[in-house]
């Protein structure tokens, strides 16, 4: 299965490029998506309220990625680092990217660390963690303070 509509994905640009550069020579596929195996498993170890803890091939990545641009448009990624572990063909990504929120122009930076599984020159299976807080801030979400409760009534 071909993923189509690239366009719908042009929010997220910045990201696949860090990603390519990091996995260069290692996989194969000119897109993003042409790196992940048909059934990629991919686990967002660290995530977001609302967002999936595993998502199981690629088609039903794409369709959860297509709609990034509606809240968050990224402008670069950088800082990367890569770690390779030839024996058990694992590579681990370490990368930044910044960006805005659509609604709000409120800046938005993360960091991650992917923890990628190679076979037969396609991801096979995707693990990522990121600065959880940093999307919620981002996207304006109130975040109770430590020790303190989300609703003013709580405790009583």
């Given at each position: 299965?071909?993923?189509e509509h690239l366009e719908d994905f042009a929010a997220l640009e910045p990201f696949f490029g860090v990603v390519k550069e990091g996995l260069a020579g290692h996989v194969e596929g000119e897109h993003f998506f042409d790196l992940l195996a048909e059934d990629v498993v991919t686990e967002?170890?660290?995530t977001v309220p609302g967002y999936?803890?595993?998502v199981e091939g690629r088609g039903a990545l794409a369709e959860l990625y297509?709609?990034?641009g509606e809240a968050i448009v990224l402008e670069g990624a950088g800082d990367l680092a890569v770690h390779h572990d030839r024996e058990k063909s694992v590579i681990t990504l370490e990368y930044g990217v910044h960006g805005r929120v659509v609604e709000t122009g409120r800046p938005y930076e993360n960091r991650f660390v992917s923890i990628v599984t190679v076979a037969?020159?396609?991801v096979v299976r995707w693990r990522d963690y990121l600065d959880s807080l940093a999307v919620v801030?981002?996207?304006g979400e109130a975040v109770p303070v430590s020790g303190t409760s989300p609703r003013p009534d709580a405790g009583r």
């Amino acid at each position: 299965m071909t993923v189509e509509h690239l366009e719908d994905f042009a929010a997220l640009e910045p990201f696949f490029g860090v990603v390519k550069e990091g996995l260069a020579g290692h996989v194969e596929g000119e897109h993003f998506f042409d790196l992940l195996a048909e059934d990629v498993v991919t686990e967002f170890v660290v995530t977001v309220p609302g967002y999936p803890r595993r998502v199981e091939g690629r088609g039903a990545l794409a369709e959860l990625y297509r709609g990034y641009g509606e809240a968050i448009v990224l402008e670069g990624a950088g800082d990367l680092a890569v770690h390779h572990d030839r024996e058990k063909s694992v590579i681990t990504l370490e990368y930044g990217v910044h960006g805005r929120v659509v609604e709000t122009g409120r800046p938005y930076e993360n960091r991650f660390v992917s923890i990628v599984t190679v076979a037969n020159g396609k991801v096979v299976r995707w693990r990522d963690y990121l600065d959880s807080l940093a999307v919620v801030q981002a996207l304006g979400e109130a975040v109770p303070v430590s020790g303190t409760s989300p609703r003013p009534d709580a405790g009583r």
